[in-house]
Every structure is written in structure tokens, then in C-alpha cells.
């Protein structure tokens, strides 16, 4: 009976104590590779708990020897989905975030200061209507009643006719016009047209956007404000960052369309 015993035991891999100890240290390192893969979840609030919690499934902490080999290939199954599955799914194409990185370098804060404010002369404005002063407080009012589509339609019509007017009021021979803003002005029109292409769809317009396009495009408008040119601009670059925030998150804590994310010391330049 005591050699049948020994033989249980060899052919179960050993004592209880043993095996204890064996699957307290394959959790620790179960756990271990969890922390190290989650740093992989780059996708911000929403996809971020998404990834993490197919992660775990992956693993699972099931430390029988048969099951080794095909965890490690749903894994890897899991994880190239989260990678495409933003751009699958993300109304943000790759093209329109490249045009839109392309032109945020082109609205970068020493650019819009060298040219938009030490080229023009101390306290110069330009009349604008008011719906064009498009800030981050119009987005966050209009955010629980509109799509964010429909506000990316109005930065789009904005950000256009501000550059339109600043061109506008250059002479020919401004350095600002053919060193700066003719060139941006290039850029946005490559952004437009993808984002044309993208959204060419029919849809209903809300009925708060309408009245924004009414007012931007009526002739007898009387709502006219002044405002200096780099102003114009540094409201586009904010509020382009808060609509289109998939193409420039680099981690899920960034807020774009908070104030205080653009007050001086933080790492995005406003």
C-alpha cells in the first residue's frame, strides 16, 4: 500500500505544499505579466478597459500545461484587434489624421505669435461675426444637444472663413501672407477635402447648426466683433484638438476641451 501511495505522489507532481507553492508563484508572475502588458493599452478612456479586461481573459491565471499554447495565441489574437480596432471603428480615418497633424504643426503657437502677432502692428483687429470667435466654452454649451460631427462641421466652416479674413487684410507683399498664411491656407484645403470625401453623406442638420450656418453666411448681419487675428487662430488650434482628439491623444488623461489643459505650463502648446 506505501509503494502505491509514492507512486500517487510522483504521478501528481508531488506534495500539496508543493503544488501550493508552485501555483502562489505562477499567480505572482501571471500578475506580473498583467501590470507589464496593460502599459500596451494606449487608447484612452474608452478602449483603454476594453484591452485590459480581453488581457485578462487571455491569461486568465489557468496554470494547467495543456492550456499554455492556446492562451498565448488568443492573446496575441486579442491584442492585434485592439491595435486595428480604433481605426476600424474610430470616425477618424488615418489619412485625415495625418492632413490634421500636418496642419497642426503648420498652427503651432511660435508660428501663429511670429507671424500673426509681431508682424502686425499693436492691438490690430479685424471685424469677424461672432459665431466665427468659435472657443472651447461654445463646444462644451453645445456638446449635450448636438453630434460631435456637427461641430466639426462648424470649426470647419469657421477655421475657413478666419483664414479667409485674415488673408484678406494683407497686402500683396505681406511677409505674413506668402511666408505663413498662404501655405496654411494650402493645408487646410488638403485637410477639407478628406474630410469632404469622409463625410459625404447625406444627414439631417440639427437645428441649432443651421442657424449658426444662417448667421455666418447672412448678409445683413449686425452681431460684428473685433478681434486680433492670432486670437482667431489660436481658438482653431484648441478647439481642432478638442473635435478630433483621436488623432492627437497620446494618453487616455488628456482633456482637450478643458480650459485648464491650455493654461501655461502644460505640454501642448495653445
Not at 198 to 207: F, L, T, V, Y
Request: net charge positive; aromatic share 12%; charged share 25%.
Amino acid at each position: 500500500m506505501s509503494h502505491k501511495i509514492s507512486a500517487l505522489r510522483v504521478h501528481t507532481g508531488g506534495t500539496p505544499s508543493r503544488n501550493a507553492q508552485a501555483k502562489r508563484g505562477e499567480a505572482a508572475a501571471c500578475i506580473s505579466s498583467l501590470k507589464r502588458l496593460s502599459s500596451t493599452c494606449r487608447f484612452g478612456k474608452v478602449w483603454r478597459p476594453l484591452c485590459l479586461r480581453l488581457i485578462w481573459i487571455s491569461l486568465e491565471c489557468n496554470f494547467n500545461r495543456n492550456m499554455v499554447r492556446f492562451e498565448a495565441w488568443l492573446f496575441k489574437l486579442f491584442l492585434g484587434l485592439m491595435w486595428a480596432l480604433p481605426f476600424w471603428m474610430s470616425p477618424v480615418t488615418s489619412n485625415l489624421c495625418t492632413s490634421l497633424t500636418t496642419l497642426k504643426d503648420g498652427l503651432n503657437a511660435t508660428l501663429r505669435r511670429r507671424f500673426l502677432k509681431y508682424n502686425f502692428p499693436i492691438n490690430y483687429t479685424i471685424q469677424v461675426r461672432y459665431e466665427e470667435v468659435f472657443r472651447l466654452r461654445n463646444i462644451s454649451r453645445l456638446n449635450d444637444t448636438v453630434d460631435v460631427r456637427d461641430l466639426q462641421d462648424v470649426w470647419v466652416k469657421v477655421t475657413k472663413t478666419g483664414i479667409k479674413k485674415i488673408l484678406a487684410v494683407l497686402p500683396e507683399k505681406h511677409p505674413t501672407r506668402h511666408k505663413y498664411l498662404k501655405n496654411l491656407d494650402e493645408l487646410f484645403s488638403s485637410f477639407l477635402q478628406i474630410y469632404l470625401k469622409q463625410n459625404s453623406g447625406e444627414r439631417d442638420i440639427p437645428d441649432v447648426i443651421e442657424d449658426i450656418f444662417e448667421r455666418l453666411e447672412d448678409p445683413y448681419y449686425q452681431g460684428w466683433r473685433s478681434v486680433t487675428p492670432k486670437s482667431l487662430l489660436d481658438n482653431c488650434y484648441r478647439t481642432m484638438h478638442c473635435l478630433f482628439k483621436d488623432c492627437f491623444l497620446i494618453n487616455g488623461d488628456e482633456d482637450y476641451c478643458k480650459s485648464q489643459h491650455w493654461r501655461k505650463g502644460k505640454g501642448t502648446q495653445g
